[in-house]
Nanobody
Framework: QVQLVESGGGSVQAGGSLRLSCAAS????????GGWFRQAPGKEREWVAT?????????YYVDSVKGRFTISRDNAKNTLYLQMNSLKPEDTGMYYC?????????????????WGQGTQVTVSS
């Protein structure tokens, strides 16, 4: 049974940091690209970052988070991470991890294979 379980969300003030984790099980984790998406209230889901497989040699980010967020993976722990620094109120939303079997879709979330249930991030000004 495939599972992706996010954790690490919470409420922080602007300028603060959070580290999201996504624990995967039920499939061969290292075979899949990893990604993070987010959805703010009343807005469409937005792609945030993608990391390549198997070792994560390549990473990709939406322009609004470049230099502030870092996506990484630990294949020994079957876990995907998103380190978020210098958080802004506009980063508020539900954050979802996802996994995609190559060829990886990067930004297009409609084709990703597996999804977590999300973790809430709230950034206050």
């Amino acid at each position: 049974q495939v599972q992706l379980v996010e954790s690490g969300g919470g409420s922080v003030q602007a300028g603060g940091s959070l580290r999201l984790s996504c624990a995967a099980s039920g499939f061969t984790y290292s075979d899949y690209c990893g990604g993070w998406f987010r959805q703010a209230p009343g807005k469409e889901r937005e792609w945030v970052a993608t990391i390549s497989r198997p070792r994560g040699d390549s990473t990709y980010y939406v322009d609004s988070v470049k230099g502030r967020f870092t996506i990484s993976r630990d294949n020994a722990k079957n876990t995907l991470y998103l380190q978020m620094n210098s958080l802004k109120p506009e980063d508020t939303g539900m954050y979802y991890c996802a996994m995609d079997y190559p060829p990886c879709a990067l930004r297009d979330g409609t084709t990703w294979d597996y999804w977590g249930q999300g973790t809430q991030v709230t950034v206050s000004s």
